[in-house]
C-alpha cells in the first residue's frame, strides 16, 4: 500500500510564496512520476506540474516562470515551489504519485490535499 501526504499550504498574500511537499511512503520500490493537481471551487481539478523518475519537469502554462517542481529521491518526497502567487492560484492542491510497487505492479495514490488561499 501507498499513501501520499501533502503539506505546506496556507494563506499568502498576493506576490507571496509558498512551498508544498509530497511525501509518498509504502510499499514503493521506485517513484515514476509525481503530479500536483489543483482544483478551485466548482471546476475541475487541473494538472499544474509534473516531475518524472529522470528529473524532466513539465509545467501548465498559467504557472510557467512562476512555479518550480523538484524531487529529493533519498525521501521520496517532491516540492512544489510557487512563488509571485495570485488570487486564481487559490485552490486545493492535490499530489498524485505513480510508482512501481515492491510487487512490481504499478501504482497511482493520491493525497488528501492541502488548501492555498492567495488572499490580501
Known amino acids: 500500500q501507498v499513501q501520499v501526504v501533502e503539506s505546506g499550504g496556507g494563506l499568502v498574500q498576493p506576490g507571496g510564496s509558498l512551498r508544498l511537499s509530497c511525501a509518498a511512503s509504502?510499499?514503493?520500490?521506485?517513484?515514476?512520476?509525481v503530479n500536483w493537481y489543483r482544483q478551485a471551487p466548482g471546476k475541475l481539478r487541473d494538472l499544474v506540474a509534473r516531475?518524472?523518475?529522470?528529473?524532466?519537469?513539465t509545467y501548465a502554462e498559467s504557472v510557467k516562470g512562476r512555479f518550480t517542481i523538484s524531487s529529493d529521491n533519498a525521501k521520496n518526497t517532491v516540492y512544489l515551489q510557487m512563488n509571485s502567487l495570485k488570487p486564481e492560484d487559490t485552490a486545493v492542491y492535490y499530489c498524485?504519485?505513480?510508482?512501481?510497487?515492491?510487487?512490481?505492479?504499478?501504482?497511482?495514490?493520491w493525497g488528501q490535499g492541502t488548501q492555498v488561499t492567495v488572499s490580501s
Open positions: 498524485n504519485a505513480i510508482v512501481t510497487t515492491t510487487t512490481r505492479t504499478i501504482a497511482g495514490s
Open positions: 516531475i518524472t523518475s529522470g528529473g524532466t519537469a
Open positions: 509504502g510499499t514503493i520500490f521506485s517513484i515514476n512520476a
